[in-house]
């Protein structure tokens, strides 16, 4: 466990890095002794701090969800982490590739709540009951730290690697679809990369958003009316650069893309 001031350093650290962007050295390898949840203390200090300096909580976003995703960082465990108001774009959108240090994308489903959602003991039922609509949305991953050798620790302190989303396609209501089918083609640059169905994610994408609302209870938080809820992924993480166009073909959904400039 760490101590408060130790806590303190790391997420004014992060704060810095994300400014300037240049991820800083792992943390594992100076805190050996760091816990899961020192790095959920890390996270919500690192939140405090952006909150403080005007940014909005609009949601949350689950990472880790699917198979694929845990073998493409050698991690075995969901995590979760902020979403601000200015991370959220929309379909069409020309996204500046300098504002991340490690930009990668992935293909995933939103929530979006009319009604607040807090655990324990929240249900898939209870998701689905509070939920205004799902619609299709990239998430661009972004690294406040660097990438090799990462554990669960360093990607949880690192708000789980949110950098931005964009929303795009058709919402549907929960119960319109079976949303365990909904699936994807990503593109880039023309060029199909990945593909992937919606039950990757914990087999249906609304058991990560109860598994949000219960870890979150934890920590003594909950989730409020108009949250998006970023479900996870269902793809591996895709590497973007500057010049690239990515496109995800969500079939009856629609589709989102988004330019790097």
């Known amino acids: 466990m760490l101590d408060a001031r130790t806590i303190e350093a790391i997420a ?11 991820p800083v050295p792992r943390l594992t390898a100076r805190y050996p002794e760091m816990t899961v949840e020192d790095s959920y203390a890390v996270q919500k200090l690192w939140r405090q701090r952006n909150e403080e300096a005007g ?22 465990e969901p995590d979760y982490g902020a979403i601000f108001d200015d991370m959220v774009f929309e379909t069409g959108c020309s996204v500046e590739w300098d504002r991340y240090t490690h930009p990668r994308v992935e293909v995933e489903l ?22 205004d609509y799902v619609v299709p949305a990239l998430e661009i991953l972004d690294s406040r730290i660097e990438m090799e050798g990462r554990t669960i620790v360093d990607t949880i302190s690192d708000n789980a690697a949110m950098g931005a989303m964009v929303i795009g396609g058709r919402p549907v209501k929960p ?60 793809t591996r993480p895709l590497w973007v650069y500057k010049g690239d166009t990515v496109h995800a073909d969500y079939g009856p959904l629609g589709v989102v893309t988004c330019h790097f400039s």
């Open 12 to 22: 004014d650290e992060l704060v810095e890095a994300g400014r300037n962007r240049k």
């Open 55 to 76: 940014r909005t909580l609009v949601g949350r976003k689950i990472g880790l969800t699917s198979k694929a995703m845990q073998a493409a960082t050698g991690i075995t």
């Open 110 to 131: 939103a929530f979006v709540l009319k009604d607040g959602l807090k655990g324990p003991g929240c249900t898939i039922f209870d998701v689905l009951n509070a939920t």
């Open 175 to 234: 119960d319109a679809v079976d949303l365990r089918w909904v699936s994807a083609i990503l593109y880039k640059n023309q060029t199909v990369e990945e593909t992937g169905v919606a039950a990757g994610v914990l087999d249906h994408p609304a058991n990560g958003v109860h598994w949000l609302a219960n870890k979150i209870a934890a920590h003594g938080d909950s989730m409020k009316a108009g949250d998006i809820i970023l479900a996870g992924s269902f």
